[in-house]
């Protein structure tokens, strides 16, 4: 197989986010909406420029440090729910806190679950509960260590309008409680206006005249 060369996804890109923002990030489909939101949450590596977290150069940090950072102040949630299919819901949630050495991840997993409407789920595993469930068991595990920043790629794109709805809802509810910087990327130009910022990218590049436009 031949090497197709360095492909370049972003460019240019200059961007701040303030502490306790919420910034909705669109465009269209493969304008690098998640390929940012993956720098972010330093889940890729740039290949020049600079990412800043927290007052933390996240950019040049080994893969120990970064997931580190990423455990003791970030939540993800991804389009796909990501859960261990041989965990309970409950098991799901708690697990990164018990490795990130949380004496009280199980009750702090409840609590979470039980924000969530699944207190009468926690047992089940995630076959055994439907896409909304599965999503909202994300998110719990999401929260559940409480983090300063949130992103959120596409949260709702695997669900039905009324799922999704109400996850949006649990998502900024969340965001609420602990007080965390949320980027949310979607593709629903109304679900991004519940954010205080709309942010728009094209071909890889902020698209300065939608911005000027609103």
């Known amino acids: 197989?031949?090497?197709?060369?360095?492909?370049?996804?972003?460019?240019?890109?200059?961007?701040?986010?303030?502490?306790?923002?919420?910034?909705?990030?669109?465009?269209?489909?493969?304008?690098?909406?998640?390929?940012?939101?993956?720098?972010?949450?330093?889940?890729?590596?740039?290949?020049?420029?600079r990412i800043t977290a927290l007052g933390t150069d996240i950019t040049r940090m080994g893969e120990d440090a970064l997931a580190r950072f990423r455990r003791d102040n970030m939540g993800v949630v991804f389009q796909s729910f990501h859960l261990i299919p041989t965990m309970?819901?409950?098991?799901?949630?708690?697990?990164?806190?018990?490795?990130?050495?949380?004496?009280?991840a199980f009750d702090r997993a409840q609590a979470e679950l039980s924000a969530m409407g699944l207190s009468d789920r926690a047992g089940h595993y995630p076959g055994q509960l439907s896409g909304g469930e599965q999503q909202r068991v994300a998110l719990a595990r999401a929260a559940a260590p409480r983090p300063k920043i949130l992103l959120a790629d596409e949260?709702?794109?695997?669900?039905?309008?009324?799922?999704?709805?109400?996850?949006?809802?649990?998502?900024?509810?969340l965001r609420e409680r602990h007080g965390a910087t949320l980027v949310l990327v979607t593709h629903a130009p109304d679900l991004a206006r519940r954010c205080d910022r709309v942010v728009h990218l094209r071909d890889g590049r902020l698209d300065t005249s939608r911005q000027a436009a609103e």
Do not use: C, W, Y
């Open 88 to 104: 309970t819901a409950l098991e799901n949630v708690a697990t990164p806190l018990e490795l990130a050495g949380h004496r009280d």
């Open 1 to 49: 197989m031949g090497n197709a060369g360095r492909v370049d996804i972003l460019h240019e890109i200059s961007l701040q986010v303030a502490r306790g923002e919420t910034m909705g990030l669109v465009g269209p489909s493969g304008s690098g909406k998640s390929s940012l939101l993956m720098l972010m949450g330093g889940l890729d590596t740039a290949t020049s420029g």
């Open 155 to 173: 949260p709702t794109g695997n669900l039905d309008e009324t799922n999704g709805a109400a996850i949006i809802d649990m998502l900024f509810g």
